[in-house]
């Protein structure tokens, strides 16, 4: 059993960083297609970005500003998020798909397994 937890959400200024993180337990993340999702209120959750196998799967709302990545060491999957907008605000979560292509996990938003989710505020 794959267990996700998120962390390094907060609170942030427009134009500003924040490094979310997502830390497996119980099983290797490197068998998995690794995704971030968000949701505001009132708005469909979106598929941000999705890694598996060295490639990478960027929504277009956030290319050029989020970077999805891998430590393998420490079993633990990030999304670093430079030029934060106030529409960046939303739960974020991380999942896992066994099997599957990042850009199916990212499409279909049908994960394995879900992290808890972290709150990402961007506000002045």
């Known amino acids: 059993q794959l267990e996700l937890a998120e962390s390094g959400g907060g609170l942030v200024q427009p134009g500003g960083s924040l490094r979310l993180s997502c830390a497996g337990s119980g099983l290797s993340l490197g068998y998995y297609a690794i995704g971030w999702f968000r949701q505001a209120p009132g708005k469909e959750r979106e598929g941000v970005s999705c890694?598996?196998?060295?490639?990478?799967y960027y929504a277009d709302s956030v290319k050029g500003r989020f970077t999805i990545s891998r430590d393998n060491d420490k079993n633990t999957v990030y999304l670093q998020m430079n030029s934060l907008k106030p529409e960046d605000t939303a739960v974020y979560y991380c999942g896992a798909l066994l099997l599957g292509s990042h850009q199916d996990l990212c499409r279909y938003h049908t994960p394995d397994y879900w992290g808890q989710g972290a709150q990402v505020t961007v506000s002045s």
């Open positions: 890694m598996r196998d060295g490639m990478h």
